[in-house]
């Protein structure tokens, strides 16, 4: 699995770092994690779509859009599950100015929610569509994603969790 990021101007940056994107490994299965071909963090901001989930052949590439310029990201739809979403990561949506503010830790966990969405893809994919991810998703694959990205976001805060214990009782 190769982690990539796009090049982008000094006043955007990627919330997540390539060592922290890496660290899905630790909590997603070798076999699954071996269906990623390439995970590609970009920074499109005339794109409604945050994350996407590609099959070529019998990999995934995975894209994922989110990028903050002065912490802040933009609002890419009004629709209410979207902007409740952003709300449950903490983000702060200005309607106005139609930005979402963030502090930096809690666009972190946003972006690691995004990253494990789209593995949930790629893992629905192998497991419950005969390994070929079909067009649009449905709204049962979407909240499926859902619920496996949080469920991930906790094994991995345990994961880090137990190994800052371990460290701190040597």
Not at 62 to 75: E, G, H, Q
Not at 92 to 97: E, L, Q
Request: aromatic share 10%; glycine share 4%.
């Amino acid at each position: 699995m190769k982690i990539i990021y796009n090049k982008v101007s000094a006043e955007y940056l990627y919330p997540l770092s390539k060592s922290e994107a890496a660290k899905v490994k630790n909590v997603v299965s070798i076999e699954d994690i071996n269906k990623i071909r390439l995970i590609e963090f970009g920074c499109n901001t005339r794109t409604t779509q945050e994350g996407r989930t590609v099959q070529k052949g019998n990999y995934y590439d995975i894209r994922i859009n989110f990028c903050l310029k002065n912490y802040s990201s933009l609002i890419l739809t009004d629709e209410k599950e979207y902007i409740n979403q952003i709300q449950r990561f903490s983000g702060i949506v200005d309607k106005k100015t139609r930005l979402i503010k963030w502090k930096l830790a809690d666009a972190k966990r946003y972006a690691i929610f995004l990253l494990f969405h789209e593995i949930g893809h790629v893992v629905y994919s192998e497991h419950y569509s005969n390994n070929k991810l079909i067009g649009s998703s449905s709204k049962a694959e979407e909240q499926w994603c859902d619920s496996y990205a949080m469920q991930k976001i906790q094994e991995l805060e345990i994961n880090v969790q137990s190994t800052i214990n371990v460290t701190t009782e040597q």
